[in-house]
């Protein structure tokens, strides 16, 4: 029989010294710096092991707070491993609602409220009576910035002093807003309902009034461990203090460099402020990179390094630990539609080498530019996950499935060995291993139901009905499976996750950071979602930005946390010496209007080439036959027309009369790549030639070009 010692040195020996001393550290307060890629959750699972071996405490001792469901069951998952049950690992919501509902009828005087999902609702009938008209866009927006007020313990008598003492732009005027927050709180107590936020205050306030209730919990949970502290809210410390109590026994991990959730009220306050509110807390920082090459380390350490503001105070430099990789790329395109279309091909390149789907991320500044690339990967034929597009389980497919293996359990089926029982039940829903659908939506569903037979590789030993009640388990817990597919996600939906190669796109000044960054500290917030996203990658990261936004005529910048970077494809810094203005003002006399000589600037006018006072040259019946040849060559390849040239690619060409490849090119918008793809059908149609010879000659370059792309 194996010693206790040797349990407790097998565990240490496969650490390094840092996380050694985060793991061994004595029970109390204890704060673990960890960067990206550092091995946190290795670091704090050994820890509740350690604990546990070592005869603190039990498993059921311990609550292990996470901000995802995901990272819930993965921790569980680790410290089966390890050999420990029982812990108490959920998101704060998860937590406090468990102890709510076993405690909350005595609070209550009767049954708890009601948990709503959504407040939309009731804010709408919160502005409603509190005779204010808003929009749906502006009802979201109110939901949102109610919920951060909730998050920040800032009730609607106090909103508007407090959003003017930290200079926060509001939805609405403050007043209407605090109208609208306190007819909202109204609407909830009448229908007897809660929300999230609910959940932590009124477990908090259970705590905070009733020391019998305290007690047990107390005597339950006696040691904390705070993942992400970093995004902690005012509304979740306050349970934790209300867990806590007296006590010191709390282990909290976190990244100031990663802080970017201040939207929903969190603040790095917490995990900077841990050293003076327990001075004598054992401070451990991780900084050894086990997951990204030195070459995407560097690009971080050195994106971070020229941070400013509080954060900046607890920055990490990463040491990576990892061998040589390739280089970060960095590539510029004409437009957001070639942008996502030259990612796209890349993606189907890599797949085509056998890359696995799942090892590969397309990560954008906002929700708002995945249809572009969910389009692109669909014209590809390449199976997407989209981060943030609802619950797995909650997918009506998923549903189906999980409906029919449950009634395959009650048949012979059942007494079948896993893997074969759940693919002879999910023919039923038309799932089979090798009949893989064509089609981005088809094909998406597919996958899904695919990542719950992949599932019973975990499980060799268990029966159908067995496997039928973990799936129950992870339903409950919202603890997904990976799903083949190439993700697309945006950098917040990112955070917490890593993949072999990753794609940032958009990274426009104006995007990243967004123009709504107006304060010192939320451009500091915006330089920290990027420093996230480029530590997601472990071995291929690159870069890229279009010139053109979709449907947009003024031309972009690269994002200013990557001028300095100099990165081969970017454009480039000015030298000290220059002064920005200057290098500004020498472009903008680059092109003059071929009308009136005057300095073009617009994006629009420069690829035009006139200005909009002198009148177009224009051919107009080129521009009809250009039109039409465009509109056909999408319905053929199955593609938006915008990606092959937008509108005002189009009538520069048509202005121009472009005679040679070399014209063709000087036009704003018209790289090489586009060239190869349509150059030859684009010259056809300037010297005369009809609509079907253009078409003919796309065809003939977008075969060659494909062929070409086979090769690489």
């Not at 005012?234 to 990663?258: C, F, K, M, N």
Request: net charge negative; charged share 30%; with cysteine.
């Amino acid at each position: 029989m194996t010693s206790r010692d040797d349990r407790i040195s097998r565990l240490l020996e496969s650490l390094d010294p840092e996380q050694r001393d985060a793991v061994t550290a004595e029970p109390g307060p204890v704060a673990i710096l960890a960067g990206a890629g550092t091995g946190k959750t290795r670091a704090v699972t050994h820890r509740i092991a350690w604990r546990v071996l070592r005869g603190d405490l039990r498993g059921q001792h311990v609550t292990a707070v996470t901000f995802t469901a995901r990272a819930a069951g993965e921790m569980r998952d680790r410290l089966r491993g390890l050999g420990v049950t029982g812990v108490n690992a959920r998101t704060f919501h998860s937590a406090a609602l468990r102890q709510l509902r076993y405690f909350g009828a005595r609070q209550f005087r009767g049954a708890i409220p009601d948990l709503i999902d959504s407040t939309y609702k009731f804010v709408s009938i919160a502005a409603a009576r509190a005779g204010i008209q808003v929009t749906r866009p502006k009802t979201l927006d109110l939901a949102t910035e109610i919920e951060w007020a909730a998050s920040s313990l800032i009730g609607p008598d106090e909103y508007a002093s407090a959003i003017q003492k930290i200079d926060r732009d509001a939805p609405l005027k403050p007043d209407e807003v605090a109208k609208v927050y306190s007819s909202f709180i109204e609407a909830k107590e009448r229908a007897q309902v809660m929300d999230f936020s609910d959940v932590i205050g009124h477990t908090a306030a259970m705590l905070e009034s009733d020391e019998s209730i305290a007690e047990q919990i107390r005597a339950q949970y006696r040691f904390f461990v705070v993942d992400e502290y970093q995004d902690v809210t005012p509304l979740q410390q306050r349970l934790l203090d209300a867990w806590l109590g007296e006590r010191e026994d709390i282990t909290v991990v976190g990244d100031a460099s990663q802080t970017i959730y201040s939207f929903t009220g969190a603040t790095s306050d917490h995990l900077l402020d841990f050293t003076r509110r327990w001075p004598h807390a054992q401070l451990v920082r991780l900084v050894r990179d086990y997951r990204s090459t030195p070459q995407i380390v560097g690009l971080a350490n050195q994106i971070i390094s020229v941070a400013k503001g509080k954060e900046s105070a607890a920055r990490l430099e990463l040491v990576g630990q990892r061998e040589d990789g390739p280089e970060v790329t960095a590539d510029t395109y004409s437009d957001e539609a070639e942008e996502a279309d030259l990612v796209a091909r890349h993606c189907s390149r890599l797949l085509r080498e056998g890359r696995d789907p799942a090892e590969i991320a397309v990560l954008y500044r906002t929700n708002a530019q995945s249809q572009l690339y969910e389009e692109s990967m669909a014209s590809y034929g390449i199976p997407t996950v989209v981060k943030g597009g609802g619950r797995f389980y909650d997918r009506p497919e998923i549903r189906q499935a999980m409906v029919s293996l449950r009634a395959a359990t009650n048949t012979e089926v059942g007494s079948l060995p896993l893997a074969e029982a759940v693919e002879q039940a999910l023919e039923a829903v038309g799932w089979r291993r090798d009949d893989v659908p064509t089609g981005g939506a088809q094909r998406e569903q597919y996958e899904a139901v695919s990542a719950l037979v992949g599932l019973t590789e975990h499980y060799p030993d268990a029966s159908l009905a067995e496997f039928c009640q973990e799936l129950g388990r992870r339903a409950a817990e919202q603890h997904a499976p990976d799903v083949k597919g190439v993700t697309l996600a945006s950098l917040h939906g990112a955070k917490g996750l890593e993949w072999d190669t990753v794609f940032l796109v958009g990274l426009a000044d104006g995007t990243l950071p967004t123009t709504y960054a107006r304060t010192p500290e939320a451009q500091e917030e915006e330089r920290r979602l990027l420093y996230v996203g480029v530590t997601r990658a472990r071995v291929e990261l690159h870069l890229s930005f279009g010139l053109l936004k979709q449907g947009g005529s003024r031309q972009r910048k690269l994002s200013r946390f990557l001028l300095r970077a100099n990165l081969p494809g970017f454009p480039k810094s000015p030298e000290p010496e220059e002064r920005p203005e200057k290098v500004r003002r020498r472009k903008s006399v680059s092109i003059n209007c071929s009308g009136c000589e005057k300095p073009l600037t617009a994006a629009k006018d420069r690829k035009l080439g006139h200005c909009e006072d002198c009148p177009a040259t224009m051919d107009e019946e080129l521009h009809e036959r250009m039109t039409a040849w465009r509109l056909e060559l999408a319905r053929r390849t199955g593609k938006p027309a915008y990606t092959i040239f937008t509108d005002v690619t189009l009538t520069a060409i048509c202005e121009r009369n472009p005679g040679s490849p070399s014209e063709l090119t000087d036009i704003n918008g018209i790289g090489q790549y586009k060239l190869d793809k349509f150059g030859e059908a684009v010259l056809c149609l300037v010297k005369g030639g009809s609509i079907e010879d253009a078409l003919e000659c796309s065809e003939e370059s977008l075969a060659i070009r494909h062929e070409a792309d086979m090769k690489i």
